[in-house]
């Protein structure tokens, strides 16, 4: 069995509005497979999704005012090394 988790976190400061980016599979990850994306804002999760391949890119946006810290996570369970979750073009808007 593979595990792969990717997360990253980012100091926003209280300084910013609004987090937009989207989320999305590779076409190379197995059939039957999946990834969990998550958005933790200062340590809570507000956003959870899970995405397989075949699935449609999702949009997301979330409301980050006041927040200190984001973090953007991925995790992945495979039996083969195939397959990858991705976050598209994150950014912060004031």
């Given amino acids: 069995m593979y595990g792969f988790d990717a997360e ?3 100091q926003l400061g ?3 509005n609004t987090l937009v980016t989207a989320i999305g599979v590779s ?3 197995p059939s039957g497979y999946s990834v969990v994306f998550t ?3 200062d340590g809570n999760t ?3 999704f899970t995405m397989g391949p075949g699935d449609r890119v999702k949009k997301l946006s ?3 005012r006041g927040a200190f810290r984001i973090t953007l996570a991925a995790h992945e369970s495979y ?3 195939d397959g990858y979750g991705v ?7 004031k």
């Fill in 14 to 16: 209280r300084k910013y």
């Fill in 39 to 41: 958005v933790q804002v």
């Fill in 87 to 93: 976050w598209i073009d994150p950014a912060v808007t």
């Fill in 46 to 48: 507000v956003k959870e």
């Fill in 62 to 64: 979330v409301d980050v």
């Fill in 79 to 81: 039996t083969r090394l």
């Fill in 27 to 29: 076409d190379s990850t």
């Fill in 8 to 10: 990253r976190t980012w």
